[in-house]
């Protein structure tokens, strides 16, 4: 799979620098997080790409039967090809550490990779992620780190479904962060901060 398997933006870093992955909403493209990726961590590489799935004329990255039902086998595909997309850019820009940033679809496709391909994202941020099934648990040791952000009252991610996505990520040894907010399916300031300290070994701008 090429580095421009999907449409996408890219700022390139320099060489040896971390890489970041920005992965938009439903309805989202790739501008949705560019410049929010490139403000965060301004020597890193960020790649944005267009979700390659479109319901209803909304991008997605991958299919999904109905509200909060999935179509796995699409998103197995979509797993297998993103993660095909990460491993020929981090190649391509000699990237040191894989990032990855994403929200609600976005951070969907992003938690999945973290589960079905361990030691690919070194640290991922999951916004209001909805992940609907119990996934497999890990055969080997990879570790990573998680920081998961959720608002008390999405009507689209339930808070036990986000504690339950937590609780999966820490039975697999890695190092998560929750960060609350009283609201629903939309990004508060605070989260911000919460992106900010989590990316801050990583050469972001706390």
């Given at each position: ?8 933006r890219v700022r390139p870093g320099a060489p040896g ?190």
């Amino acid at each position: 799979m090429s580095y421009d398997s999907y449409l996408h933006r890219v700022r390139p870093g320099a060489p040896g620098s971390p890489i970041l992955f920005v992965f938009h909403g439903t309805g989202g493209d790739e501008n949705q997080f560019f410049d929010f990726g490139s403000r965060l961590l301004p020597g890193a590489t960020v790649v944005s790409p267009r979700g390659d799935v479109s319901e209803h004329g909304a991008a997605r990255f991958f299919r999904r039967k109905a509200e909060g039902v999935y179509d796995c086998d699409d998103l197995a595909r979509a797993t297998e090809r993103m993660g095909e997309f990460i491993a020929a850019n981090r190649e391509r820009y000699e990237s040191s550490t894989v990032l990855g940033l994403g929200f609600s679809n976005g951070a969907n496709i992003l938690a999945n990779i973290m589960i079905e391909k361990p030691g690919l994202i070194e640290a991922g941020v999951l916004m209001h992620p909805l992940i609907p099934f119990q996934p497999a648990e890990r055969k080997v040791a990879e570790k990573a780190h998680v920081l998961i952000t959720a608002g008390e009252r999405d009507p689209i991610c339930p808070v036990p479904m986000t504690l339950e996505l937590a609780d999966y990520f820490k039975r697999q040894g890695d190092a998560v962060t929750l960060e609350w907010h009283t609201g629903g399916h939309e990004i508060r300031p605070n989260e911000i901060e919460a992106i900010k300290t989590f990316l801050a070994p990583y050469g972001g701008q706390a």
